[in-house]
């Protein structure tokens, strides 16, 4: 459906290994701590079928899954690669500060401001910051996740008629390169303006 699934073996681009408990909590929930969200096409796998298993065949997928996971070195710990992201984050001298200040740090500034209905997921943890593509992060912000795999997780707002594709893309490589320290996605505006034509509602 135009989303990019993220491979869940040795080659997954998040910055944090995927452990057994956190397959299992987020087939269950569609949340991870450690991982985010499930959008797109996921949250109703999650919703209307992983999440109404019993727990002892999560636990079994979860455990085919890991097999596919080489063992790993020890990681830094979540609340490591959240602070030092918090560090990072720049003042509002740039557009894109200003922005991520008046369209996300509500909801996802760690440890910041009172807690807001549902999950505050954590962008220095979001894989879709590192992919190689874009694609999922840009549908996400123009679209909001409107339906959770959850009701518990709370919605995010879509930003389609609040920013433009030049603002849009400032936000995005913002994030990319302040909490996932990446070098920022080539010609995004280009990528944003394709998205959202493909995505218009008719």
Known sequence: EGWTAPALSGRSPAP????????????RTGYSANHGVAAGPMAPVIEEGLSRLPHADLQAIAVYLRSYHPEAAAQAAA???????????????????????????????QEKGAQMAGVRPSLALNTN??????????????DGIQRPANAELGYMPGFRHNLNDAQIAILLNYLRQHYAGQAPWPDLAAQVGRLRAETEQK
């Open 16 to 27: 944090l290994a995927w452990t057994q408990q956190d397959l299992v909590d987020f087939m």
């Open 79 to 109: 609340a490591t690669l959240n602070a030092q992201a918090e560090r990072q984050v720049e003042p509002l001298s740039s557009q894109g500060a200003r922005l991520f200040s008046g369209a996300c740090m509500a909801c996802h500034a």
């Open 129 to 142: 910051l590192f992919a190689e593509a874009p694609d999922n992060a840009i549908r996400v912000v123009l």
